[in-house]
């Protein structure tokens, strides 16, 4: 089973500039997550997704980072404009279902460092 | 949103048995006790999940006692390959994944 795809693996932008994340979660799977790993931290979730619905996007830094799931699917993650503290791993995750109790496994994705100037 | 409390960092030698206990003194009657692994330069991996006494598979136990405010994690017979940062995550699975707080974590190292 092909595992949750990311890309790119690494980005270095200047500050001001603006940044794309691409994820491709696992077949069938329903649920979507955007993490935000800063370096010695755990990974903070910022948006949540269940087929191409938001489903909680409460710590998303809206005035600057944006996502979509068209067709509930793939994801795109944009940061813009960045800011030197947006410096992080961004993780993609899915899993079968968020909505529907019991056993909640995410798998995750390698994640996309990015690193501003 | 319930708060975990987890040793910052741990020490062990290859073939123990390591335990890492995990504090949540107001875990909610619907909440799960979720442990994942993370590697450098990878996204957290899976290792167990339970809501009430063990769970074990082929990787780990999972031990929760019966008032539930603790966990401990058993991974038998470490290698070295098990150094990693560990996560105790608790909340109701029905709901967002916000509540699901992975915290700073528990780094592991094994030691020849």
């Known amino acids: 089973e092909a595992g949750v795809a990311q890309s790119p693996r690494y980005k270095i932008i200047e500050k001001r500039q603006s940044v794309a994340f691409w994820c491709n979660p696992i077949?069938?799977?329903?649920?979507l997550y955007w993490y935000q790993q800063i370096l010695g931290q755990g990974p903070k979730l910022l948006i949540q997704?269940?087929?191409?619905?938001?489903?909680?996007d409460s710590q998303l830094p809206k005035d600057r980072f944006s996502a979509e799931r068209l067709k509930g699917v793939d994801s795109t993650l944009k940061i813009q404009p960045a800011k030197l503290e947006d410096s992080a791993v961004y993780l993609c995750?899915?899993?079968?279902?968020?909505?529907?109790?019991?056993?909640?496994?995410?798998?995750f994705g390698p994640g996309t460092r990015l690193t501003v100037t | 949103l319930a708060k975990t409390t987890q040793p910052i960092s741990m020490d062990s030698y290859e073939g123990q048995e390591v335990n890492i206990t995990c504090s949540h003194n107001?875990?909610?009657?619907?909440?799960?006790i979720t442990w994942y692994q993370q590697f450098p330069s990878q996204g957290p991996r899976f290792i167990i999940q339970?809501?009430?006494t063990k769970v074990t598979n082929e990787v780990a136990s999972l031990f929760i006692p019966a008032d539930r405010k603790s966990s401990t994690l058993s991974l038998p017979r470490v290698s070295l390959s098990d150094t990693a940062v560990y996560y105790c995550?608790?909340?109701?699975?029905?709901?967002?994944?916000?509540?699901?707080?992975f915290g700073s974590g528990t780094q592991l190292t094994v030691l020849p």
């Open positions: 995750a899915s899993s079968l279902t968020g909505l529907a109790g019991g056993r909640y496994e995410q798998y």
């Open positions: 077949s069938g799977h329903a649920t």
């Open positions: 997704f269940q087929n191409n619905g938001v489903v909680d």
């Open positions: 107001n875990i909610a009657t619907n909440d799960y």
């Open positions: 339970g809501y009430k």
């Open positions: 995550l608790v909340g109701d699975m029905g709901g967002s994944a916000r509540q699901l707080t």
